[in-house]
Protein backbone atom coordinates (compact mmCIF):
# COMPACT_ATOMS: atom_id res chain seq x y z
CA UNK A 1 0.00 0.00 0.00
CA UNK A 2 1.63 3.57 -0.93
CA UNK A 3 0.96 5.95 1.46
CA UNK A 4 -0.26 9.53 0.99
CA UNK A 5 -1.82 8.72 -2.18
CA UNK A 6 -5.22 9.70 -1.66
CA UNK A 7 -6.69 12.97 -1.97
CA UNK A 8 -9.46 12.30 0.56
CA UNK A 9 -10.65 9.08 2.41
CA UNK A 10 -14.43 7.88 3.24
CA UNK A 11 -15.76 5.88 6.19
CA UNK A 12 -19.00 4.00 5.62
CA UNK A 13 -19.98 2.43 2.87
CA UNK A 14 -23.88 2.24 2.99
CA UNK A 15 -25.90 3.39 0.24
CA UNK A 16 -24.99 6.70 0.60
CA UNK A 17 -21.37 6.36 0.98
CA UNK A 18 -21.03 4.02 -2.26
CA UNK A 19 -22.73 6.89 -4.55
CA UNK A 20 -20.53 9.83 -2.53
CA UNK A 21 -17.10 7.96 -3.06
CA UNK A 22 -17.81 7.39 -6.60
CA UNK A 23 -18.92 10.87 -7.64
CA UNK A 24 -15.60 11.96 -5.82
CA UNK A 25 -14.05 9.18 -7.88
CA UNK A 26 -15.55 10.12 -11.28
CA UNK A 27 -14.49 13.38 -10.70
CA UNK A 28 -10.55 12.85 -10.74
CA UNK A 29 -9.95 12.41 -6.94
CA UNK A 30 -8.38 9.40 -5.88
CA UNK A 31 -10.23 8.58 -2.37
CA UNK A 32 -9.34 5.46 -0.03
CA UNK A 33 -12.74 3.75 1.77
CA UNK A 34 -13.00 1.59 4.73
CA UNK A 35 -16.17 0.20 6.48
CA UNK A 36 -16.41 -1.21 9.85
CA UNK A 37 -17.48 -4.89 8.08
CA UNK A 38 -14.39 -5.37 5.79
CA UNK A 39 -16.93 -7.34 3.70
CA UNK A 40 -18.38 -4.49 2.77
CA UNK A 41 -15.04 -2.98 1.16
CA UNK A 42 -14.24 -5.76 -0.35
CA UNK A 43 -17.67 -5.94 -1.92
CA UNK A 44 -17.76 -2.41 -2.75
CA UNK A 45 -14.31 -2.94 -4.82
CA UNK A 46 -15.03 -5.74 -6.46
CA UNK A 47 -18.29 -4.75 -7.86
CA UNK A 48 -16.59 -1.22 -8.97
CA UNK A 49 -13.92 -3.00 -10.51
CA UNK A 50 -16.39 -4.86 -12.97
CA UNK A 51 -18.86 -2.18 -13.61
CA UNK A 52 -17.32 1.94 -12.95
CA UNK A 53 -15.43 3.64 -14.95
CA UNK A 54 -13.39 5.13 -11.87
CA UNK A 55 -12.60 2.53 -10.04
CA UNK A 56 -9.04 3.06 -10.59
CA UNK A 57 -9.14 5.61 -8.25
CA UNK A 58 -10.49 4.01 -5.37
CA UNK A 59 -8.23 2.36 -2.28
CA UNK A 60 -10.34 0.27 -0.70
CA UNK A 61 -8.93 -0.37 3.11
CA UNK A 62 -9.73 -3.19 5.30
CA UNK A 63 -7.52 -2.08 8.31
CA UNK A 64 -8.04 1.56 9.84
CA UNK A 65 -4.51 2.48 10.44
CA UNK A 66 -3.75 1.86 6.81
CA UNK A 67 -6.70 3.42 5.37
CA UNK A 68 -5.28 6.55 7.42
CA UNK A 69 -2.10 6.27 6.43
CA UNK A 70 -3.05 6.43 2.63
CA UNK A 71 -4.48 9.72 2.91
CA UNK A 72 -2.87 12.87 1.69
CA UNK A 73 -2.16 15.15 4.33
CA UNK A 74 -3.98 17.53 5.82
CA UNK A 75 -6.15 15.05 5.73
CA UNK A 76 -10.08 15.12 4.83
CA UNK A 77 -11.72 12.32 6.17
CA UNK A 78 -15.77 11.99 5.37
CA UNK A 79 -18.19 9.92 7.69
CA UNK A 80 -21.25 8.64 6.55
CA UNK A 81 -21.97 6.39 9.30
CA UNK A 82 -25.38 6.01 10.99
CA UNK A 83 -25.84 9.64 13.10
CA UNK A 84 -25.42 9.20 16.24
CA UNK A 85 -23.77 6.95 18.42
CA UNK A 86 -22.38 5.31 15.08
CA UNK A 87 -20.78 8.38 14.33
CA UNK A 88 -19.12 9.42 17.73
CA UNK A 89 -17.69 5.45 17.74
CA UNK A 90 -16.13 6.23 14.53
CA UNK A 91 -14.42 9.25 15.37
CA UNK A 92 -13.18 7.74 18.29
CA UNK A 93 -11.68 5.36 16.59
CA UNK A 94 -10.10 7.35 13.83
CA UNK A 95 -8.30 10.14 16.67
CA UNK A 96 -5.24 7.72 17.81
CA UNK A 97 -4.29 7.53 14.15
CA UNK A 98 -5.09 11.32 13.24
CA UNK A 99 -2.54 13.93 13.10
CA UNK A 100 -2.20 17.47 13.52
CA UNK A 101 -4.96 19.82 11.25
CA UNK A 102 -6.11 16.72 9.67
CA UNK A 103 -10.51 17.54 9.04
CA UNK A 104 -12.84 14.93 9.65
CA UNK A 105 -16.18 15.72 7.87
CA UNK A 106 -19.37 14.23 8.66
CA UNK A 107 -21.62 13.94 5.99
CA UNK A 108 -24.37 11.73 7.52
CA UNK A 109 -27.55 13.33 9.02
CA UNK A 110 -26.53 15.03 12.59
CA UNK A 111 -28.46 16.80 14.63
CA UNK A 112 -26.77 19.96 14.44
CA UNK A 113 -25.88 20.42 18.17
CA UNK A 114 -24.16 16.88 18.10
CA UNK A 115 -22.30 18.47 15.40
CA UNK A 116 -21.08 21.57 17.21
CA UNK A 117 -20.04 19.74 20.34
CA UNK A 118 -17.69 17.33 18.00
CA UNK A 119 -16.51 20.55 16.31
CA UNK A 120 -15.78 22.18 19.61
CA UNK A 121 -13.83 18.70 20.82
CA UNK A 122 -12.08 18.23 18.11
CA UNK A 123 -10.81 21.94 17.65
CA UNK A 124 -9.38 21.40 20.94
CA UNK A 125 -7.61 18.35 19.98
CA UNK A 126 -5.67 20.06 17.44
CA UNK A 127 -8.03 18.64 14.67
CA UNK A 128 -10.80 20.46 12.14
CA UNK A 129 -14.46 18.98 11.93
CA UNK A 130 -16.82 19.74 9.38
CA UNK A 131 -20.39 18.98 9.18
CA UNK A 132 -21.76 18.81 5.74
CA UNK A 133 -25.55 18.58 5.39
CA UNK A 134 -25.87 16.38 2.13
CA UNK A 135 -29.06 16.65 0.61
CA UNK A 136 -30.83 14.32 -2.52
CA UNK A 137 -30.61 10.68 -1.45
CA UNK A 138 -28.51 7.74 -3.17
CA UNK A 139 -28.93 9.45 -6.95
CA UNK A 140 -27.78 12.74 -5.49
CA UNK A 141 -25.04 11.30 -3.82
CA UNK A 142 -23.60 9.80 -6.85
CA UNK A 143 -24.59 12.43 -9.17
CA UNK A 144 -24.45 15.92 -7.82
CA UNK A 145 -25.86 16.43 -4.31
CA UNK A 146 -27.09 20.07 -2.11
CA UNK A 147 -24.05 20.63 -0.36
CA UNK A 148 -24.32 22.23 3.59
CA UNK A 149 -20.75 22.51 4.81
CA UNK A 150 -19.91 24.15 8.20
CA UNK A 151 -16.89 24.33 10.59
CA UNK A 152 -13.88 26.63 10.21
CA UNK A 153 -13.29 28.43 7.23
CA UNK A 154 -9.38 27.21 7.01
CA UNK A 155 -11.03 23.66 6.65
CA UNK A 156 -13.77 24.87 4.29
CA UNK A 157 -10.96 26.22 1.98
CA UNK A 158 -8.96 23.01 2.02
CA UNK A 159 -12.40 21.06 1.33
CA UNK A 160 -13.89 23.11 -0.78
CA UNK A 161 -12.56 22.03 -4.59
CA UNK A 162 -13.51 18.73 -3.91
CA UNK A 163 -17.15 20.01 -2.44
CA UNK A 164 -17.71 22.46 -5.44
CA UNK A 165 -16.57 19.26 -8.09
CA UNK A 166 -19.28 16.87 -6.81
CA UNK A 167 -22.55 19.18 -5.76
CA UNK A 168 -25.54 19.34 -7.94
CA UNK A 169 -24.95 22.20 -10.62
CA UNK A 170 -27.62 24.64 -11.67
CA UNK A 171 -27.76 26.41 -15.02
CA UNK A 172 -26.58 30.44 -14.27
CA UNK A 173 -29.04 32.03 -16.98
CA UNK A 174 -32.24 29.69 -15.98
CA UNK A 175 -31.29 28.81 -12.62
CA UNK A 176 -32.30 24.79 -13.37
CA UNK A 177 -30.03 21.44 -12.49
CA UNK A 178 -28.05 20.31 -14.88
CA UNK A 179 -28.68 16.94 -15.47
CA UNK A 180 -27.47 14.22 -17.47
CA UNK A 181 -24.75 13.10 -15.70
CA UNK A 182 -23.43 9.06 -15.88
CA UNK A 183 -20.99 6.95 -14.29
CA UNK A 184 -17.12 8.33 -15.18
CA UNK A 185 -19.31 11.64 -16.77
CA UNK A 186 -19.66 14.25 -14.51
CA UNK A 187 -21.53 17.57 -15.45
CA UNK A 188 -19.35 20.02 -16.34
CA UNK A 189 -19.59 23.94 -15.59
CA UNK A 190 -22.82 25.62 -13.94
CA UNK A 191 -23.01 26.96 -10.83
CA UNK A 192 -22.45 24.20 -7.79
CA UNK A 193 -25.10 23.86 -4.93
CA UNK A 194 -22.59 24.43 -2.07
CA UNK A 195 -20.96 27.04 -0.28
CA UNK A 196 -19.89 27.42 3.15
CA UNK A 197 -22.50 27.69 5.63
CA UNK A 198 -21.28 29.17 8.76
CA UNK A 199 -18.69 27.81 11.98
CA UNK A 200 -19.79 24.86 14.15
CA UNK A 201 -23.32 23.67 13.60
CA UNK A 202 -24.65 25.92 10.73
CA UNK A 203 -24.34 23.44 8.05
CA UNK A 204 -26.48 20.85 9.87
CA UNK A 205 -29.03 23.39 11.14
CA UNK A 206 -29.39 24.31 7.45
CA UNK A 207 -29.96 20.77 6.17
CA UNK A 208 -32.45 20.35 8.83
CA UNK A 209 -34.59 23.12 7.96
CA UNK A 210 -34.33 21.76 4.39
CA UNK A 211 -36.05 18.94 5.88
CA UNK A 212 -38.72 20.85 8.07
CA UNK A 213 -39.64 22.53 4.71
CA UNK A 214 -39.65 19.12 2.63
CA UNK A 215 -42.11 18.18 4.75
CA UNK A 216 -44.54 21.30 4.07
CA UNK A 217 -43.82 21.08 0.99
CA UNK A 218 -45.16 17.55 0.65
CA UNK A 219 -47.53 17.39 2.94
CA UNK A 220 -49.16 20.84 0.99
CA UNK A 221 -49.04 19.27 -2.30
CA UNK A 222 -50.95 15.92 -0.54
CA UNK A 223 -53.74 18.58 0.64
CA UNK A 224 -53.77 19.34 -3.21
CA UNK A 225 -54.40 16.21 -4.19
CA UNK A 226 -56.94 15.52 -1.93
CA UNK A 227 -59.30 18.52 -2.72
CA UNK A 228 -59.05 17.65 -6.61
CA UNK A 229 -59.98 13.43 -5.53
CA UNK A 230 -62.94 14.84 -2.57
CA UNK A 231 -64.21 18.18 -3.81
CA UNK A 232 -63.73 17.33 -7.94
CA UNK A 233 -64.24 12.88 -7.61
CA UNK A 234 -61.22 12.88 -10.03
CA UNK A 235 -58.94 9.74 -10.14
CA UNK A 236 -55.45 9.39 -9.70
CA UNK A 237 -54.29 9.68 -13.54
CA UNK A 238 -56.13 13.01 -13.52
CA UNK A 239 -54.97 14.91 -10.80
CA UNK A 240 -51.65 13.38 -12.06
CA UNK A 241 -51.81 15.06 -15.40
CA UNK A 242 -52.89 18.11 -13.40
CA UNK A 243 -50.07 18.26 -11.92
CA UNK A 244 -47.42 17.78 -14.83
CA UNK A 245 -49.60 21.11 -16.24
CA UNK A 246 -48.48 23.08 -12.93
CA UNK A 247 -44.83 21.67 -13.34
CA UNK A 248 -44.76 23.87 -16.38
CA UNK A 249 -45.45 27.01 -14.36
CA UNK A 250 -44.04 28.59 -11.13
CA UNK A 251 -45.01 25.92 -9.19
CA UNK A 252 -42.24 23.78 -11.40
CA UNK A 253 -40.44 21.50 -8.86
CA UNK A 254 -38.84 18.12 -7.71
CA UNK A 255 -41.94 17.05 -5.98
CA UNK A 256 -44.55 18.56 -8.19
CA UNK A 257 -43.02 16.04 -10.92
CA UNK A 258 -42.94 13.16 -8.97
CA UNK A 259 -46.09 13.62 -7.79
CA UNK A 260 -47.58 13.73 -11.25
CA UNK A 261 -45.62 10.61 -12.11
CA UNK A 262 -46.45 8.45 -9.14
CA UNK A 263 -50.35 9.45 -9.59
CA UNK A 264 -50.49 8.21 -12.92
CA UNK A 265 -48.34 4.89 -11.99
CA UNK A 266 -51.09 1.92 -12.63
CA UNK A 267 -50.87 -0.84 -10.25
CA UNK A 268 -48.63 -3.06 -11.43
CA UNK A 269 -50.37 -6.11 -9.36
CA UNK A 270 -53.86 -5.27 -10.44
CA UNK A 271 -56.40 -2.86 -11.83
CA UNK A 272 -55.93 1.17 -10.74
CA UNK A 273 -53.85 3.04 -9.49
CA UNK A 274 -50.93 2.31 -7.40
CA UNK A 275 -51.14 5.25 -5.23
CA UNK A 276 -54.70 4.16 -4.25
CA UNK A 277 -53.35 0.79 -2.81
CA UNK A 278 -50.49 2.53 -0.41
CA UNK A 279 -51.60 2.72 2.50
CA UNK A 280 -52.41 6.11 4.16
CA UNK A 281 -49.99 6.27 6.94
CA UNK A 282 -46.68 8.24 6.87
CA UNK A 283 -43.40 7.40 8.45
CA UNK A 284 -40.80 9.94 9.53
CA UNK A 285 -37.09 10.04 10.95
CA UNK A 286 -36.97 13.32 12.47
CA UNK A 287 -35.64 16.29 11.23
CA UNK A 288 -39.03 17.34 10.44
CA UNK A 289 -39.70 17.18 14.43
CA UNK A 290 -36.02 18.84 15.09
CA UNK A 291 -37.50 21.95 13.15
CA UNK A 292 -40.67 22.12 14.40
CA UNK A 293 -39.29 21.92 17.95
CA UNK A 294 -36.23 24.22 17.64
CA UNK A 295 -38.64 26.70 15.89
CA UNK A 296 -40.97 26.22 19.33
CA UNK A 297 -37.35 26.89 21.03
CA UNK A 298 -36.65 29.99 19.67
CA UNK A 299 -40.41 31.08 19.59
CA UNK A 300 -40.80 31.36 16.19
CA UNK A 301 -43.98 30.84 14.40
CA UNK A 302 -42.87 27.79 11.66
CA UNK A 303 -46.96 26.39 12.44
CA UNK A 304 -47.05 25.09 8.96
CA UNK A 305 -43.53 23.40 9.21
CA UNK A 306 -45.02 22.06 12.23
CA UNK A 307 -48.54 20.70 11.10
CA UNK A 308 -46.53 19.02 8.47
CA UNK A 309 -44.55 16.93 11.11
CA UNK A 310 -48.46 16.48 13.10
CA UNK A 311 -50.07 15.49 9.78
CA UNK A 312 -47.67 12.68 9.40
CA UNK A 313 -48.58 11.67 13.38
CA UNK A 314 -52.34 11.86 12.95
CA UNK A 315 -51.80 9.78 9.70
CA UNK A 316 -49.91 6.94 11.52
CA UNK A 317 -52.98 6.78 13.88
CA UNK A 318 -54.90 4.45 10.95
CA UNK A 319 -56.50 2.01 13.77
CA UNK A 320 -58.14 4.88 15.41
CA UNK A 321 -58.70 7.11 12.61
CA UNK A 322 -60.82 4.29 11.32
CA UNK A 323 -62.60 3.61 14.28
CA UNK A 324 -63.55 7.35 14.87
CA UNK A 325 -64.90 7.32 10.98
CA UNK A 326 -67.38 5.10 12.46
CA UNK A 327 -68.44 7.34 15.53
CA UNK A 328 -67.53 10.94 14.58
CA UNK A 329 -69.84 12.87 12.07
CA UNK A 330 -69.09 15.21 10.03
CA UNK A 331 -70.48 17.36 6.91
CA UNK A 332 -71.77 15.54 3.29
CA UNK A 333 -69.14 16.50 0.54
CA UNK A 334 -71.11 18.24 -1.97
CA UNK A 335 -68.86 18.00 -5.43
CA UNK A 336 -68.04 21.11 -7.06
CA UNK A 337 -69.33 21.51 -10.19
CA UNK A 338 -67.02 23.76 -11.75
CA UNK A 339 -64.02 22.40 -11.76
CA UNK A 340 -61.59 24.60 -13.76
CA UNK A 341 -61.96 27.32 -11.28
CA UNK A 342 -61.68 24.75 -8.48
CA UNK A 343 -58.30 23.66 -9.81
CA UNK A 344 -57.06 27.38 -10.06
CA UNK A 345 -58.36 28.00 -6.69
CA UNK A 346 -56.08 24.71 -5.48
CA UNK A 347 -53.08 25.96 -7.10
CA UNK A 348 -53.36 29.28 -6.10
CA UNK A 349 -53.73 27.86 -2.12
CA UNK A 350 -50.92 25.21 -3.12
CA UNK A 351 -48.41 28.67 -4.00
CA UNK A 352 -49.54 30.95 -1.64
CA UNK A 353 -48.97 28.26 1.13
CA UNK A 354 -45.66 27.59 -0.30
CA UNK A 355 -44.79 30.95 0.17
CA UNK A 356 -45.83 31.14 3.51
CA UNK A 357 -43.99 27.68 4.65
CA UNK A 358 -40.40 29.24 3.32
CA UNK A 359 -41.21 32.24 4.48
CA UNK A 360 -41.09 30.48 8.29
CA UNK A 361 -38.05 28.26 7.08
CA UNK A 362 -36.34 31.68 6.54
CA UNK A 363 -37.86 33.32 9.51
CA UNK A 364 -36.43 30.62 11.37
CA UNK A 365 -33.12 30.83 10.29
CA UNK A 366 -33.04 34.17 10.87
CA UNK A 367 -33.58 34.38 14.41
CA UNK A 368 -31.62 31.03 14.80
CA UNK A 369 -28.38 32.86 13.29
CA UNK A 370 -28.55 35.31 16.31
CA UNK A 371 -29.23 32.52 18.84
CA UNK A 372 -26.20 30.68 17.46
CA UNK A 373 -23.74 33.26 16.37
CA UNK A 374 -23.52 32.47 13.03
CA UNK A 375 -23.62 35.09 9.92
CA UNK A 376 -26.52 33.11 7.42
CA UNK A 377 -26.53 34.02 3.57
CA UNK A 378 -30.01 33.11 2.39
CA UNK A 379 -29.58 33.86 -0.92
CA UNK A 380 -26.93 31.61 -1.14
CA UNK A 381 -28.97 29.28 1.33
CA UNK A 382 -31.83 29.06 -1.32
CA UNK A 383 -29.37 29.04 -4.61
CA UNK A 384 -27.35 25.64 -2.64
CA UNK A 385 -31.29 24.05 -3.02
CA UNK A 386 -31.74 25.22 -6.66
CA UNK A 387 -30.34 21.70 -7.94
CA UNK A 388 -29.50 18.42 -6.09
CA UNK A 389 -31.91 18.01 -3.03
CA UNK A 390 -35.61 16.97 -2.37
CA UNK A 391 -37.08 20.97 -2.53
CA UNK A 392 -35.22 22.11 -6.19
CA UNK A 393 -37.42 24.20 -7.22
CA UNK A 394 -37.46 26.96 -9.76
CA UNK A 395 -39.16 28.91 -7.56
CA UNK A 396 -35.88 28.98 -4.73
CA UNK A 397 -33.98 31.35 -7.33
CA UNK A 398 -37.00 33.68 -7.12
CA UNK A 399 -36.21 33.45 -2.88
CA UNK A 400 -32.38 33.96 -4.21
CA UNK A 401 -33.33 37.30 -6.23
CA UNK A 402 -35.74 38.38 -3.28
CA UNK A 403 -32.30 38.29 -0.84
CA UNK A 404 -30.15 40.11 -3.33
CA UNK A 405 -32.53 42.57 -3.75
CA UNK A 406 -32.65 43.06 0.16
CA UNK A 407 -30.49 41.38 2.12
CA UNK A 408 -32.07 42.42 5.27
CA UNK A 409 -35.67 41.41 3.95
CA UNK A 410 -37.09 41.33 7.29
CA UNK A 411 -39.81 38.34 5.81
CA UNK A 412 -39.98 36.58 2.54
CA UNK A 413 -43.71 37.97 1.80
CA UNK A 414 -42.79 41.48 2.35
CA UNK A 415 -40.22 40.76 -1.09
CA UNK A 416 -42.42 42.36 -4.03
CA UNK A 417 -43.00 39.38 -6.18
CA UNK A 418 -43.72 37.10 -3.41
CA UNK A 419 -46.37 39.69 -1.96
CA UNK A 420 -47.48 39.85 -5.09
CA UNK A 421 -48.42 36.59 -5.57
CA UNK A 422 -49.71 36.20 -1.90
CA UNK A 423 -52.10 39.93 -3.19
CA UNK A 424 -53.20 37.77 -6.45
CA UNK A 425 -53.69 34.21 -4.94
CA UNK A 426 -55.38 35.02 -2.04
CA UNK A 427 -59.01 35.00 -2.96
CA UNK A 428 -58.33 31.64 -4.13
CA UNK A 429 -56.45 30.37 -1.39
CA UNK A 430 -59.31 30.91 0.77
CA UNK A 431 -61.55 29.61 -1.44
CA UNK A 432 -59.95 26.60 -1.30
CA UNK A 433 -59.72 26.73 2.47
CA UNK A 434 -63.23 27.38 3.07
CA UNK A 435 -64.35 24.55 0.77
CA UNK A 436 -62.30 21.95 2.30
CA UNK A 437 -63.51 23.25 6.22
CA UNK A 438 -67.26 23.27 4.76
CA UNK A 439 -67.29 19.88 3.64
CA UNK A 440 -65.52 18.31 6.44
CA UNK A 441 -61.91 17.59 4.17
CA UNK A 442 -58.65 18.05 6.44
CA UNK A 443 -55.89 20.93 5.06
CA UNK A 444 -53.75 21.28 7.75
CA UNK A 445 -51.23 22.90 5.88
CA UNK A 446 -53.09 25.09 4.10
CA UNK A 447 -55.08 26.32 6.51
CA UNK A 448 -52.16 26.56 9.09
CA UNK A 449 -50.46 28.50 6.34
CA UNK A 450 -53.57 31.05 5.81
CA UNK A 451 -53.45 31.47 9.69
CA UNK A 452 -50.04 32.57 9.11
CA UNK A 453 -50.38 35.16 6.87
CA UNK A 454 -53.30 36.33 8.60
CA UNK A 455 -51.95 36.30 11.92
CA UNK A 456 -48.26 38.59 10.38
CA UNK A 457 -50.61 40.80 8.48
CA UNK A 458 -52.32 42.00 11.31
CA UNK A 459 -51.60 45.06 13.34
CA UNK A 460 -53.59 43.94 16.42
CA UNK A 461 -54.70 40.70 17.38
CA UNK A 462 -56.86 39.39 20.49
CA UNK A 463 -53.05 38.93 22.38
CA UNK A 464 -54.70 42.47 24.53
CA UNK A 465 -56.95 40.04 26.16
CA UNK A 466 -54.62 36.88 26.68
CA UNK A 467 -52.02 39.30 28.23
CA UNK A 468 -54.91 40.57 30.81
CA UNK A 469 -55.12 37.13 31.78
CA UNK A 470 -52.33 36.51 32.37
CA UNK A 471 -52.22 39.58 34.45
CA UNK A 472 -55.31 38.80 36.09
CA UNK A 473 -54.43 34.92 37.36
CA UNK A 474 -50.51 35.60 37.45
CA UNK A 475 -49.63 39.25 37.95
CA UNK A 476 -47.59 38.67 34.74
CA UNK A 477 -48.27 43.07 34.16
CA UNK A 478 -49.02 44.30 30.84
CA UNK A 479 -48.02 47.40 28.53
CA UNK A 480 -50.35 50.08 27.43
CA UNK A 481 -51.26 51.35 24.32
CA UNK A 482 -51.67 54.76 25.14
CA UNK A 483 -48.04 54.65 27.40
CA UNK A 484 -44.62 53.84 25.76
CA UNK A 485 -43.14 50.37 25.39
CA UNK A 486 -41.09 49.12 28.15
CA UNK A 487 -43.97 50.24 31.05
CA UNK A 488 -45.38 47.96 32.86
CA UNK A 489 -48.64 48.12 34.58
CA UNK A 490 -50.55 45.43 36.93
CA UNK A 491 -54.39 45.95 38.27
CA UNK A 492 -55.68 44.00 41.11
CA UNK A 493 -58.89 42.76 38.59
CA UNK A 494 -60.34 41.18 41.74
CA UNK A 495 -60.79 43.47 44.72
CA UNK A 496 -63.10 45.70 45.08
CA UNK A 497 -60.87 49.40 44.15
CA UNK A 498 -59.33 47.87 40.87
CA UNK A 499 -56.53 50.14 40.96
CA UNK A 500 -53.61 49.76 38.55
CA UNK A 501 -50.56 50.57 39.67
CA UNK A 502 -47.31 51.05 37.22
CA UNK A 503 -44.53 48.40 38.09
P1 LIG B 1 -21.36 -1.65 8.90
O1 LIG B 1 -21.51 -1.94 7.43
O2 LIG B 1 -20.12 -2.24 9.46
O3 LIG B 1 -22.61 -1.95 9.68
C1 LIG B 1 -24.64 2.81 7.78
O4 LIG B 1 -25.23 1.97 8.70
C2 LIG B 1 -23.12 2.76 7.89
O5 LIG B 1 -22.74 3.09 9.23
C3 LIG B 1 -22.53 1.42 7.57
O6 LIG B 1 -21.36 1.65 6.83
C4 LIG B 1 -22.22 0.84 8.93
O7 LIG B 1 -21.14 -0.05 8.99
C5 LIG B 1 -21.84 2.09 9.69
N1 LIG B 1 -21.98 1.93 11.14
C6 LIG B 1 -23.10 1.68 11.84
N2 LIG B 1 -22.84 1.61 13.16
C7 LIG B 1 -21.51 1.81 13.29
C8 LIG B 1 -20.63 1.88 14.42
N3 LIG B 1 -21.10 1.74 15.67
N4 LIG B 1 -19.32 2.11 14.18
C9 LIG B 1 -18.88 2.28 12.93
N5 LIG B 1 -19.65 2.24 11.83
C10 LIG B 1 -20.96 2.02 12.00
Not at 79 to 107: F, W
Not at 177 to 206: F, R, S
Not at 237 to 262: A, M, P, R, V
Not at 358 to 372: K, R, S, V
Request: with cysteine; proline share 4%; charged share 20%.
Amino acid sequence: MQTNRADIGLVGLAVMGQNLALNIADHGYTIAVFNRNPDKTREFIACCERQEPSSERLIGCVDLAEFVRSIKRPRKIVLLVKAGEATDATIEHLLPHLEAGDIIIDGGNAHWQDTTRREKRLSALGFHFIGSGVSGGETGARFGPSLMPSGTFEAWQSLEPIWRDIAAKVDPDTGKPLEGAAPGKPIQGGIPCTAYIGPNGAGHYVKMVHNGIEYIDMQLICEAYWLMKNLLGMNAGEIGKIFEEWNQGELSSYLIEITGDILQQKDPEGDGYLVDKVLDTAGQKGTGLWTAANALTLAIPANAIAEAVYARALSALKDERVSASQMLDGPVVTQESDRKALIEAIRNALFCSKICAYAQGFQLMAEAQIEYDWQLDFGTIAQIWQGGCIIRAGFLRKITEAYHRNPGLMNLMLDPYFKNALHEGQSHWRKAVSLAVANGIPVPAFGSAVAYYDGYRSAFLPANLLQAQRDFFGSHTYERTDQPRGKFFHLDWSSSDRQQNEV
